[in-house]
């Protein structure tokens, strides 16, 4: 299938610093990528939609001023997590759809990032 | 109402059996449903899609029932290597791709 990486896998930091994950389609182009958290033994929750090219889309309850994103090229979208707080601990989980392998709205994940937050 | 609801279990199963479980959904107008199963700290991997006729691969089987919003999955002769979290996971509007993920059953085989 396709590959999606993720980076950094893991992360710890302060209280009160920045934290950019980037997730990046490796063989194939993605318009958009999807970027979710997920809370121990809770379900994947979808964060924002990005867009190459064009604002993301974030799902209500989630502050666009604290997750930052970017979707620069057709292969990478970052995610900032701005001053980060204990409360922002967790796995965070992009994925992508590859029209070009995949009619059934099929989506690849990557790795995930897990961070903790101090 | 959630989007995407499923029984957490776990389910228990001894080595060997069968187990079934299923989620329902709440928009009657989703199109595509899939099975991902995810390992403990890993990402979601895709285990099977789920079509309208109901499909099978190899020891797993899913079933879909559009008149009651509801998808199963069937795992026969279960393996250890079966432990994991199933999430049943529901395109919510057909064509932009956004998903919906239900909280998993999770399936602990026993030996």
């Known amino acids: 299938g396709a590959v999606v990486s993720q980076h950094p896998s893991r992360v710890i930091c302060k209280s009160g610093t920045s934290v950019k994950i980037e997730c990046r389609s490796l063989?194939?182009?993605?318009?958009?990528m999807f970027w979710y958290r997920q809370f121990p033994k809770k379900s994947l929750m979808l964060m924002a939609t990005?867009?190459?090219?064009?604002?993301?889309?974030?799902e209500q309850g989630v502050e666009k001023d604290k997750f930052l994103i970017n979707h620069a090229s057709l292969t990478l979208s970052t995610l900032t997590v701005t001053s980060a707080h204990p409360e922002d601990s967790s796995f965070y989980i992009c994925s992508a759809p590859d029209g070009e392998r995949s009619s059934y709205n099929e989506q690849f994940f990557g790795p995930g990032t897990r961070l903790t937050v101090l | 109402r959630k989007e995407v609801e499923q029984d957490p279990g776990p389910f228990n199963v001894p080595e060997g059996a069968t187990v079934a479980f299923n989620c329902t959904y709440s928009?009657?107008?989703?199109?595509?449903f899939f099975w991902y199963r995810q390992d403990c700290r890993k990402e979601p991997k895709l285990l099977m899609s789920v079509y309208s006729s109901g499909n099978e691969d190899g020891r797993f089987t899913a079933q879909l029932n559009r008149a009651s919003q509801y998808i199963s999955l069937l795992i026969r002769d279960s393996k250890l290597s079966d432990s994991a979290t199933y999430l049943c996971v529901v395109n919510v509007l057909y064509g932009n791709n956004r998903l919906a993920f239900g909280k998993g059953n999770q399936v602990v085989v026993i030996p």
């Open positions: 990005s867009n190459e090219g064009s604002k993301a889309t974030y």
């Open positions: 928009n009657s107008a989703s199109q595509s």
């Open positions: 063989d194939f182009q993605a318009t958009t």
